[in-house]
T-cell receptor, first 117, second 112 residues
Framework: SAVISQKPSRDICQRGTSLTIQCQVD?????MFWYRQQPGQSLTLIAT?????????ESGFVIDKFPISRPNLTFSTLTVSNMSPEDSSIYLC??????????????FGQGTRLTVV | GNSVTQMEGPVTLSEEAFLTINCTYT??????LFWYVQYPGEGLQLLLK?????DKGSNKGFEATYRKETTSFHLEKGSVQVSDSAVYFC???????????FGTGTSLTVIP
């Protein structure tokens, strides 16, 4: 298993500003994932962050809006840029979910509850 | 494509009642199926999983059986407790990739 520490746990931000969310894992992992959970909605994958390369973004998400850093195998950040009220969501960091030899479960941080006013 | 359809909530039950939360899926290939639980103010935790057809996942009194013929993975518990109050997410992971697909979540409240 993996223990993931995510911060901040919640924040209220002014529109037009940016917020950086940090995710720390207690073990080295190749891939880290960032999800968004909008109110009353399912989790949606924003991007996959690989150490040593550019993040891979899902359809509908772009690097200018959600820049991601992955400086080492235990840490990643997601920035929500130029925020608007529509960005109010819970943002979750995740690791796990292997391929090839078999899928494994994903592990999640406690999430960052963002409110943009 | 891959998707998960989950019973909408909220669900309110009395303590010791029987719980069923329905989950059906659409997938290419041979997915693994999961139930995650999110307690208030916390992140998602794995509750149980099943990696192939007819597997039964179980944990903390909860059970779910991977039914390929009906593409379902319904969550059940025979006697719920107040401490089971949480949001439950059904999810699948395709064995061709790392991506997880989640249902919309079902909020469960158990009253004494």
């Amino acid at each position: 298993s993996a223990v993931i520490s995510q911060k901040p746990s919640r924040d209220i931000c002014q529109r037009g500003t940016s917020l950086t969310i940090q995710c720390q894992v207690d073990s080295q992992v190749t891939m880290m994932f960032w999800y968004r959970q909008q109110p009353g909605q399912s989790l949606t994958l924003i991007a996959t962050a690989n150490q040593g390369s550019e993040a891979t973004y899902e359809s509908g998400f772009v690097i200018d809006k959600f820049p991601i850093s992955r400086p080492n195998l235990t840490f990643s950040t997601l920035t929500v840029s130029n925020m608007s009220p529509e960005d109010s969501s819970i943002y979750l960091c995740s690791v796990g979910g292997g391929t090839g030899w078999g899928s494994t479960e994903a592990f999640f941080g406690q999430g960052t509850r963002l409110t943009v006013v | 494509g891959n998707s998960v359809t989950q019973m909408e909530g909220p669900v309110t039950l009395s303590e010791e009642a029987f719980l069923t939360i329905n989950c059906t899926y659409t997938a290419t290939g041979y997915p693994s199926l999961f139930w995650y639980v999110q307690y208030p103010g916390e992140g998602l935790q794995l509750l149980l999983k099943a990696t192939k057809a007819d597997d039964k996942g179980s944990n903390k009194g909860f059970e779910a059986t991977y039914r390929k013929e009906t593409t379902s993975f319904h969550l059940e518990k025979g006697s719920v407790q107040v401490s089971d109050s949480a949001v439950y997410f059904c999810a699948l992971s395709s064995n061709t990739g790392n991506q997880f697909y989640f249902g919309t979540g079902t909020s469960l409240t158990v009253i004494p």
